[in-house]
């Protein structure tokens, strides 16, 4: 299953839940489990099975986190780090070279174009990164350039991969496979065949492969969408019984 935000094309590399309402900015009520803030500051292959398993249940809660592939998760839970920022904190700056990628696990952010991330206090509508999402990826990945600025709308707590880890771990190596996998699929369909080759590019660049398990309600009401959603696999299981009178 491929979802596809529509505005995950925003220069600065976002997927997961995108605001535009200043005036439902909320502090979220949960946290990050203090107890589990120690577990992210030991060097990864420092961190225990358990340990793992831990940090792994604690992200889940993180809609972004989720539609990684399993192997891609316990490869984040080894080198995430918990980060917390006070208001107006700039986390990304413009033209900045990309050294980290995060996720938000409490808090608000805003885009901007500003460097120093003013203007999203005088917007009357900023652009508002939530709860949920992560933001990034994608620039650390190519060794890009920021192309806009993030900063806390108010105190927020961030997981952070840092550019070091996310190379001597191989997360770089799952991302492209990912990437090719999403890439091969889209070229296959006929609704894509009249696209450029940077088109379905940026398109998976900047979409997310989630697993959706049996009886788990994909879209509750498709009239309130926020994504395209290709189907990729569809895996059916068959049961056989024996007729009445067949059973020995």
Known sequence: MFQMGSRACMD?????????????????????????????YKKPDWRTEEELKQLRNAM???QSYRRYSNNLQLLLAKVIRHQRFGRRRVVIKKGHIG?????????VVAVTK?????????????????RGAGFGEV?????????????C???????????EDFFAKKLDEELKKEF????????????LSSWSFQMIESMADHSKTEEFHYGRVIVKDTSD????????????????TQPPGLNG
């Open 12 to 40: 600065v590399h976002i997927w997961g839940a995108i605001e535009q309402k200043q005036s439902a900015i909320q502090m979220e009520d949960d946290k990050f489990p203090s107890k589990l803030v120690p577990i992210t």
């Open 60 to 62: 889940s809660s993180v």
């Open 99 to 107: 050294n980290s990628f995060y996720f938000i696990y409490s808090g």
């Open 114 to 130: 500003d460097e120093e991330g003013s203007s999203a206090f005088v917007d009357k509508e900023p652009t508002l990164i939530r």
């Open 139 to 151: 620039s650390l990945l190519k060794g890009v350039k920021r192309n806009a600025t993030i900063v």
């Open 153 to 163: 709308m108010e105190e927020t707590e961030l997981l952070v991969v840092d550019k």
């Open 180 to 191: 090719e996998y999403r890439f091969s699929f889209y070229r296959s369909l006929d609704l």
């Open 225 to 240: 969408m926020a994504n395209i959603i290709f189907m990729a696999k569809v895996h059916t299981v068959q049961y056989h």
